[in-house]
């Protein structure tokens, strides 16, 4: 019976070498990050955090940090032309460079990671201000994205070393978002399952969920994808690649126009989906339109809720449950020109899953906006 639990610890400690404590920031290029501010503090309800830029002795790019709750998001764009953050631009349009997520020690995460095949992107370092230090990390994951590893337990300033805290007098009301909930990524053919694999061996992550093409396929188009999970499950990292289907994948479009493999959507969590969604319409987000039949048999499916169906039905969030209970969910239009990434806001009400049930009204919803793009 010990050498049972023993060989549980030392699998536990075997796969958990790499403790991720949360996501801690999302940072992304883009093409005008004084204006991708306003327009995340004005429809998202974000609030100003932190600045890096000219002012602040960093020549070469600005960035703007943005809070709600515990999701920080960065806005970073560069001053000149001549630099990999504009090459990145240029590229792949706005978009997601970094996951980065926070750690108790920079320099083990890094050292765990290197040595069992991660690519480095950003080799350990110590950053210090009067308020302290961050160390940090990085290595590449899919496309040219890179998850950064954040250590912040001796820092005490807004936000880290190179900023300062940004002071605006123009403060939207937040619309309770509250944390990241998962964060997907779209790879090419046949390379979800090297993605797989190398979550599970290079960071010690491990596959939760599994949907092929069966379960995600319309008349038209399909993908397959698997869920990824570190240990604490505080990390979820869906993994997407196309399909064959009669006409082009959702996620071939995304390759298409981002020019590669990148984050698909970034999925923000809610305590109360009808007021948080409510206030994002209001200010202009759009969302996916799902069809007033997808409501007529809804309940049939799912069962009890607690809400009221005729508000759901109103803003289009879609519902599904699972074992451990339901989930409310809804997705934004892509925020940029390129049909790229994209937000879904989520309220969990005990599913630990993703809407599996939802595939179906969700990706024909996707479809119509691709056919009205000429891309399907
Ligand atoms: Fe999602």
Known sequence: M?????????????????????????????????QSAHYYKTAFGFQGLAYAGPETGVKDRVSYVLVQDKVRLMLTTSLKSDSEISEHHKKHGDGVKVLALWVDDA?????QTIKRGGKSYMEPKTITDDHGEVCMSGIYTYGETVHLFVERKNYKGAFMPGFEKWESTYNPEPVGLKYIDHCVGNVDWNQMNPWVKFYEDVMGFKNILSFD?????????ALMSKVMSNGNGYIKFPINEPAEGKKKSQIEEYLDFYEGEGVQHIAIATDNIIETVTALQNRGVEFLNIPGSYYETILDRVGEIDEDLAPLKELGILIDRDEEGYLLQIFTKPVEDRPTMFFEI???????????????????????????????
């Open 346 to 376: 989520i309220q969990r009400k005990g599913a630990q899953s993703f809407g599996k049930g939802n595939f179906k009204a969700l990706f024909e919803a996707i479809e119509r906006e691709q056919a009205n793009r000429g891309n399907l």
């Open 107 to 111: 320099y083990d995460a890094y050292e």
């Open 213 to 221: 093409d069966e379960d995600i396929s319309t008349e038209y188009s």
């Open 2 to 34: 010990s050498s049972t639990t023993d060989t549980a610890t030392n699998a536990a400690q075997e796969t958990d070498f790499l403790t991720l404590n949360g996501t801690d920031y999302i940072e992304l290029y883009v093409g005008n990050a004084k």
